[in-house]
């Protein structure tokens, strides 16, 4: 079992940034790939981001290309999300999830944790 602890959320203006993290317990993390979701109200959870914890290979999605950066502390267990210029279009739910598939599909993903919401005003 994989225990995943957002952290980080808030309330923003745009244009300001954040820096949401994630810790992970139970299993080794290096073994991971970890990514980050969001689900704003009304609309189905997407896909931001993704990183090998092994590689550190990354990839993002377009919308959130040069402004949204994954890292991680392998050392700490922990996933970080790095938000510039954030947007109101930003605000939602933002989900850190754990799995053994580079991906950006939901179901790839088996371990999630319990959502940190971002909510950005104009």
């Known amino acids: 079992q994989v225990l995943l602890v957002e952290s980080g959320g808030g309330l923003v203006q745009a244009g300001d940034s954040l820096r949401l993290s994630c810790v992970a317990s139970g299993r080794t993390f290096s073994q991971f790939v970890m990514a980050w979701f969001r689900q704003a109200p009304g609309k189905e959870r997407e896909f931001v981001a993704r990183i090998s914890a092994t590689s550190g290979r990354t990839y993002s999605a377009d919308s959130m290309k040069g402004r949204f950066t994954i890292s991680t502390d392998n050392a700490k267990n922990t996933v970080y999300l790095q938000m510039n210029s954030l947007k109101p279009e930003d605000t939602a739910v933002y989900y850190c999830?754990?799995?053994?598939?580079?991906?950006?599909?939901?179901?790839?993903?088996?371990?999630w944790g319990q959502g940190t919401q971002v909510t950005v005003s104009s």
């Open positions: 999830a754990a799995g053994w598939y580079y991906s950006t599909e939901r179901y790839r993903y088996n371990y």
